[in-house]
């Protein structure tokens, strides 16, 4: 089914992964045994004496200075906190010793304690009076019973000699339903932590299930090919209007398509197919009754090409386009036929025209484009004869009564259209979506608009063929094709490329009647 696709699959188990993301810590910590804790840390220790035993002298003055006893003296920082998840109470401490706690300092003799407390702690000092059990003896500093919310905390600054900084030392007392251990509580010189341990260990279990998920997008696709895939080598050609949409749907066809090849060589609609008339359908190494090309043709072919068999694809839409030195912006197909016989030879000749030459670009006898503005909005007229090769002098014929050259591709005829006073050339629709230097023209007062074909009545537009010499085998790759672009994921590559697809429901009833009206 679509919906259990690898994409689908892997979106899904994001969503979870998400969604776990944001409760797993939660769970966790209630999950977790609730216990009461009292965490401790040395915060600072640090001499303030001359350090004779360590070698460095330090600065000192008054008290520091005149007392032989300090001159080994340090100060440690001790931090004692509740960092459990449940409250202390006085009765919570262990042993029948009357004080709670023990902080016990190697090698070194208390001289002095002085107890800090934050602001929101005040409190607590009752529990630190000179009628509690708090005192020292040598180096051992008894520490009173004092009850502790979660999260508070007190200070004990201790001042010390007889033995150098960093010496060791350790809190020692139970807590019932609970334990006494080293943190590893922020210093005051040290930054928090952004996350918490158990937020950065969530994090990166998430980080490398999210890990696995994208390389399982990346591991190869198992799936099998769409069940219309054939394998082989194809070429387009013919029409150079139609060339994008033929580009565009070779290389979809390929990424879907393994093992096939699909070539695009267009060079003009009546050129690929006389190529394609004159094959001989057994001449093809390896084929038997249809070489592998598809010519696609702005318009039919000929009546005597009755060895290829046409598919109708798309109606395409061609447009007018006018260098901005001439304002005109409609014309009717009466006045376009005059001026493509150069009946009008300076714009001025019709109504809004400035006094300008009237030069035409055109493309070569093989364009189905040219062959679509002739049938149908020239009514089966022709253009006057060549008389540039390089759409700025009469070099090949100087009686013309106008300038007229003919180029190779559209591109070429918008270039030159775009740089030209007074020229006039045609083009298929999307190629004019974003024009500079000229304009699209209107024709008997209608826009040339693929939303409104079937209503306008614009008349330069035409059905898009493609042919094949016979009928190619249904298992060959040109019958796949075919049937790939004038149905399902095709049509949509058409559409984007400005054009109306045959098998829609509009799309069939113009096909029809152009072809009809053909």
């Known amino acids: ?67 032989p006893d300090m001159s080994d003296a340090t100060l440690v920082l001790l931090r004692i906190e509740n960092d459990g998840s449940l409250p202390i109470d006085v009765g919570d401490y262990t042993g029948r010793s009357p004080h709670g706690l023990t902080a016990v300092f190697e090698h070194r003799t208390i001289r002095g304690v002085a107890v800090t407390l934050p602001p929101e702690a005040d409190h607590l000092m009752e529990h630190f009076g000179p009628d509690t059990s708090l005192g020292y003896a040598g180096g051992r500093l008894h520490i009173p019973r004092v009850p502790l919310n979660r999260g508070e905390y007190y200070k004990l600054l201790v001042l010390l000699t007889g033995g150098p900084v960093d010496s060791g030392y350790t809190v020692i007392g139970g807590i019932q339903g609970g334990e006494t251990h080293e943190n590893h509580s922020a210093a005051p010189d040290e930054k928090p932590p952004v996350f918490s341990r158990l ?120 447009t007018l386009v006018l260098n901005d030195g001439v304002p005109i912006k409609n014309l009717s197909t009466r006045d376009v036929g005059r001026v493509f016989k150069g009946e009008i030879r300076n714009w ?33 007229g022709s253009e006057i004869q060549e008389s540039s090769s390089d759409c700025l002098t009469k070099d090949i014929s100087p009686s013309a009564p106008v300038i007229r050259c003919e180029l190779d591709d559209t591109d070429q005829v918008l270039d030159t259209v775009a740089g030209t006073p007074g020229a006039i050339g045609y083009s298929e629709l999307r190629n004019t979506t974003t024009l500079k230097g000229m304009h699209r023209l209107n024709l008997n007062g209608h826009a040339p608009s693929i939303d409104h074909i079937q209503s306008s009545g614009y008349p330069y537009r035409e059905i898009e063929y493609a042919y094949t010499y016979g009928r190619p085998p249904a298992d060959s790759l040109a019958s796949s094709f075919l049937a790939y672009a004038i149905r399902g994921n095709g049509q949509d590559v058409v559409r984007t490329h400005g054009h109306l697809p045959c098998q829609t429901p509009v799309g069939l009833r113009m096909c029809g009647e152009d072809r009809s009206a053909g």
Not at 6 to 24: D, S
Not at 47 to 67: H, K, P, Q, S, Y
Not at 356 to 375: A, I
């Open 1 to 67: 089914m679509v919906w259990l696709s690898t994409e689908n699959v892997i979106a899904v188990l994001a969503i979870l992964v998400g969604i776990a993301g944001a409760f797993v810590p939660v769970l966790l910590e209630r999950r977790v045994p609730r216990r009461k804790r009292i965490g401790y840390r040395r915060q600072m220790d640090t001499a303030i004496g001359d350090n004779v035993r360590t070698g460095d002298a330090n600065a000192r003055l008054g008290l520091f200075d005149e007392d």
């Open 199 to 318: 937020s950065q260990r969530v994090a990166i279990a998430l980080s490398l299930v999210i890990l696995g998920l994208a390389g399982l997008i990346l591991l190869p696709d198992a799936t099998p090919p769409p069940s219309y895939c054939e394998q082989g080598t194809l070429t387009l050609t013919g029409s150079t209007a139609f060339e994008e949409v033929a580009t565009e749907l070779a290389e979809k066809y390929m990424n879907a398509c393994e093992g096939s090849t699909i070539k695009v060589n267009a060079h003009g609609s009546r050129g690929g197919i006389r190529e394609l008339a004159a094959m001989d359908a057994k001449s093809v190494e390896g084929e038997d009754g249809s070489p592998p090309v598809i010519a696609f043709s702005d318009g039919p072919r000929p009546s005597s090409y009755t060895q290829l068999s046409e598919t109708r694809v798309a109606v395409s839409l061609f």
């Open 348 to 380: 001025n000749q019709l109504a809004g025209g400035p006094d300008r030459p009237v030069v035409l670009v055109s493309r070569g006898s093989s364009s189905g484009t040219r062959v679509t503005l002739q049938n149908r909005v020239l009514k089966g």
